[in-house]
């Protein structure tokens, strides 16, 4: 890689890291081939191609001599390209190496933090000595390097922007800080006072912190311990905010206890004790005697806050006891302690946890980033560490300064390529691209939410499908329907010919016939037929009309097999209940032998919720459109039964429509719909008879007269609801459809008027 290279330098980049540090401590190791260097290497490639060159050569039949010379000639102007190197630049080519400077930074450093160390604990005297000279000396060199780095505009940024760099990078604001620190602690140290003399010493004894903090950042070279450092920078600023929410805690239980405990302390610094630093302490364990009685002594405070070394005792009475509430106290410690050590303490956990693990994901384009960084500023820092340094400064001066020649440009880290390295790069690139796009949509396609689309988009084709599915298979069904209904009627008339054949010749069976009912209303006789006679009526035992329970009652009917519905089967363990809605008289209640439901057994006496005994006549006039190809109809919502009824109800004798159609359509609508049904245009009858309705008993029953009234234009009936006149009722126009919840003998009715009109119910 080309920053690998540049970070080696001339050097070998294949050399082994000790071999590098021992050459740096024993240089004329470098003569020895002890240490590889990149001309070396090129030299020894040079001369393996071209013994490969001779030897194919040899092996090609020579023609001519010019095909002789010409690879003789290249050879030469190869070797001449690559020159051995001398123990001049072998010397040069070790020691400017970056990672050569790295190093000698590095052991400088140290050096420079033992002498300071040293200074300030054994040889810091009124009179500065040798040793503190030589740390002043240190300084100024540490000094003109960051002035160098300020000034050094290689890259051509300018002085403004070079400086908001500058100033931006951490280690460059720790830098400038620990220099200052030093400045001031100086002046202070090299006064003759004897406060400011030990001021400026503490001064720099706070700075050789700061530069000891300075010394993390030889770990970025690190790919294991350089992301580690900006996971430390952010958990010191995730903590910094955390501490404005954990001195309200601590300022809180401090004052408080402060004001219970002492009264009228005036002493500042041991305000400051009670009320914030042993509230702090009492977080890493260090719990106060004051606050239990059991552990109260007066030797351990003063009584006047007299003495200046002891805490002011607590209020006390006669016996010299503390007075104050023992229990409150206690209180607030264990509330104190819960919310600071447990909730606030695992909150600063938490935080520091998603910092670690969001620093941990980018973990290798941090180490990258900063890795680039660190090679850049040492492939331009002066071979020489601190203090030496110093003499190249000196040198960098009298070149540029004095001599005015032009700064060095970064040449290594800007390559130029030529087009087919250019569109290799370019392609290199496309392809990094689409893998990263690639991956971004797997990320995207595992998704939860995605997977969620997805799975409904999903469920919304298939329903759709299956919709369309049921329209196609159901008019087949239907027709099949149809068609099977046909054949077993023709065999059921068939059978009856044959049984009425055997019995007019005389035959006879040991059982009487079974009676043979026709499977469709209105079936035409078969024109084969012998007898003449039309078919009867198919007898069918009705189902709605024995529902366990009644509606819009609590009532249950009385259990009725299949095949004890008809009347004229037996059954004598049938003894129905008897209901009636509305109170009836005592006649009507003798009366109710005298009125049988015609379709067999309900399971239930009396009137049930029908208005009269026998049949209850009832009149259903479907009005219908067509809107484009959907053929409509007017329905209304049935709240007692949950469902789309026809807009009808008892009628008067020869009355066209039930009175209760002229007060929710209309009376315009009512009398342009009555008109049409008197001149007969539009109007048919679809059905009439018995109706196999829930609220039908063994004595009342709905009969029910459907008749269909269409209208082919939209603008002889608009609107819906309210605008048809009384809003009492829901009106509404529903498709023909199966799928329109109707009562069962309507949903019949709707498919016959789907038939007429040719359309798919």
């Known amino acids: 890689a080309l920053l690998t290279q540049i970070w080696y330098g001339e050097v070998a980049v294949d050399n082994p890291q000790w071999k590098l540090l021992l050459c740096v401590v024993f240089f004329p190791l470098i003569y020895t081939g002890f240490l590889t260097f990149r001309r070396d290497e090129a030299m ?23 095909d002789r010379d010409k690879p003789q000639n290249r050879d030469q102007s190869q070797k001449s390209h690559v020159r051995p190197l001398n123990c001049w630049t072998r010397v040069m080519g070790l020691f400017t190496c970056p990672r050569v400077k790295f190093y000698w930074n590095i052991a400088s450093y140290f050096g420079f933090l033992c002498l300071f160390a040293v200074v300030l604990m054994t040889d810091f005297q009124p009179s500065p000595s040798l040793g503190e000279f030589l740390l002043y000396v240190w300084l100024i060199s540490l000094v003109c390097e960051e002035v160098r780095q300020l000034f050094s505009d290689s890259d051509e940024f300018g002085l403004q922007k070079k400086a908001k760099m500058y100033i931006k990078d951490l280690w460059n604001i720790l830098d400038v800080l620990s220099i200052m620190l030093f400045i001031i602690g100086l002046a202070c140290r090299l006064q003759t006072s004897g406060t400011l003399f030990y001021v400026g010493k503490v001064i720099l004894c706070i700075d050789f912190i700061i530069f ?116 409150l106290t206690i209180i607030m410690l264990c509330i104190y302690l819960l919310f600071a050590n447990i909730l606030l303490l695992n909150l600063l956990i938490a935080i520091f946890n998603y910092t670690f693990t969001e620093v941990q994901d980018n973990t290798d384009a941090i180490w990258k980033f900063q890795r680039y960084e660190l090679i850049k500023e040492y492939h331009s820092r002066p071979a020489l560490p601190p203090p030496f340094i110093l003499l190249s400064h000196l040198y960098l001066l009298i070149i540029h300064v004095f001599l005015r020649r032009p700064t060095d440009k970064h040449r290594h880290f800007r390559q130029e390529l030529s087009q087919s390295e250019e569109e290799e790069l370019l392609s290199w690139e496309s392809f990094m691209k689409d893998n990263y796009l690639s991956s971004l949509r797997q990320d995207k396609s595992q998704s939860v939410e995605h997977r969620i689309q997805d799975t409904a988009e999903k469920v919304e084709t298939m329903s759709e499908l299956l919709e369309r599915e049921h329209d196609r298979g159901s008019g087949a069904v239907a027709k099949r329907l149809a068609r099977l209904e046909e054949q077993v009627s023709q065999s059921t008339k068939a059978l009856q010919w044959i049984m009425d054949s055997l019995q007019s ?45 009644y509606p819009g009652s609590t009532v249950k009917r009385f259990p009725v097999p299949e095949e004890k519905v008809p009347w004229e089967v037996d059954f004598p363990p049938y003894y129905p209940p008897i209901y009636n809605q509305q109170e009836t008289p005592d006649s009507e209640s003798s009366a109710l032998d005298s009125h049988r439901n015609p379709a067999g057994r309900t399971g239930i006496k009396g009137r049930g919720a029908l208005k009269s005994l026998g049949p209850n006549h009832i009149l259903d006039p479907v009005i219908t459109r067509s809107e484009g190809s959907v053929l409509e109809f007017l329905a209304v919502w049935e709240e007692t039964a949950g469902c789309w009824t026809f807009p009808g109800g008892p009628a008067q004798p020869r009355a066209p429509l039930p009175k209760r159609l002229e007060t929710a359509l209309g009376k315009k609508l009512y009398q342009k719909i009555k008109a049409k049904i008197e001149s007969g245009t539009g109007v048919k009858e679809v059905y009439k008879g018995y109706v196999d309705d829930s609220r039908n008993t063994d004595n009342a029953w ?60």
């Open 505 to 549: 010749q005389g035959y006879k069976s040991k059982q009487e016939a079974p009676i043979m009912a026709c499977a469709v209303k209105g079936t035409e006789s078969d024109p084969t037929e012998s007898t003449g006679q039309e078919p009867e009526e198919e007898k069918t035992h009705h189902f709605y009309a024995r529902q366990h329970h």
């Open 702 to 761: 709905v009969e029910t007269t459907v008749i269909t009234v269409h209208f082919d234009r939209r603008s002889l009936l608009t609107g819906d609801g309210c605008e048809m006149g009384s809003c009492s009722e829901r009106f509404q126009w529903q498709e023909v459809s199966s799928r329109t919840a109707m009562r069962p003998y309507q949903r019949e009715a709707l498919r016959l008027i789907a038939q007429l009109h040719h359309t798919n119910f």
């Open 44 to 66: 020894r490639r040079e001369a393996e191609r071209t013994e490969e060159e001779k030897l194919v050569m040899d092996s090609v039949t020579r023609f001519c001599a010019d």
């Open 212 to 327: 000891c903090l300075r010394l993390m950042a030889i770990f970025t070279i690190s790919r294991t311990l350089g992301p580690k450092i900006i996971i430390v920078r952010k958990m010191m600023m995730d903590l910094f905010f955390f501490m404005f929410l954990l001195s309200i805690w601590v300022v809180a239980f401090g004052v408080a206890k402060q004001g219970i405990l002492i009264q009228n302390e005036e002493r500042l610094n041991w305000i400051f004790r009670g009320a914030v630093y042993e509230p702090y302490l009492i977080i890493f364990g260090t719990i106060p005697a004051s606050i239990d009685n059991t552990q109260f002594t007066m030797d351990s405070c003063s009584v006047n806050g007299t003495d200046p070394l002891k805490p002011k005792c607590p209020v006390l009475n006669d016996d010299n006891i503390p007075v104050f509430p023992e229990w």
